[in-house]
């Protein structure tokens, strides 16, 4: 490309067939992921909110029932640790934009909150998940004097905690970017 082509491209403009291309790409592509996500999200969430509601009774009971104070107490933690996850679960899904008659920008806007979210949840699965978990799960293992199973508890945990954080560097942040890109390209074209 010579000097005298950039400069002509320079002073016009891109052309509008162009840019409306870009638009639909763009808009066809982001709604393509955002609906993947949501169908990943609502499956975690529907697994996730059954198990704790069926693990919920069973807890309750083995608290009751169990003689080891320390399987007690762990019975106890894993009851209140499934009445966190709902909560918790249930209060980000609430995030979620429904209203389509919003403009686009602002649903974008609305949908990349609910995003960063979400990013925040997965990241933070140690401390809101893994650990309430697992100290329930250790003190009715060491109340009954079981460390195998502890071991592989432990193991377990960490397991959810690498996938939970590649999932967030692999799939969510970028996504974040995507809307983020959209918004950008809706910002300047207004």
Request: hydrophobic share 45%.
């Amino acid at each position: 490309m010579t000097d005298e082509e950039l400069k002509e491209k320079w002073k016009n403009p891109a052309n509008e067939d162009e840019v409306s291309l870009n638009e639909d790409k763009l808009t066809d592509e982001l709604d393509s992921r955002l609906r993947k996500f949501e169908r990943i999200i609502r499956r975690r969430n529907a697994r996730e909110i059954t198990l704790a509601f069926l693990l919920m009774p069973f807890m309750i009971t083995a608290a009751w029932f169990m003689h080891p104070v320390l399987a007690k107490t762990g019975a106890v933690i894993l009851s209140i640790f499934c009445i966190v996850v709902v909560i918790v679960l249930r209060k980000v899904a609430k995030m979620k934009p429904d209203d389509l008659s919003l403009p686009i920008m602002q649903y974008l806007i609305v949908y990349r909150q609910y995003l960063e979210k979400e990013r925040s949840l997965l990241s933070n699965v140690l401390y809101w998940y893994i650990g309430p978990s697992i100290s329930g799960i250790s003190l009715i293992f060491i109340g009954f004097h079981r460390y195998v199973p502890l071991i592989i508890g432990l193991l377990l945990g960490v397991l959810v905690n690498y996938i939970n954080r590649r999932a967030v560097k692999n799939y969510l942040t970028p996504l974040i970017d995507k809307v983020s890109i959209g918004i950008d390209y809706l910002t300047t074209n207004e």
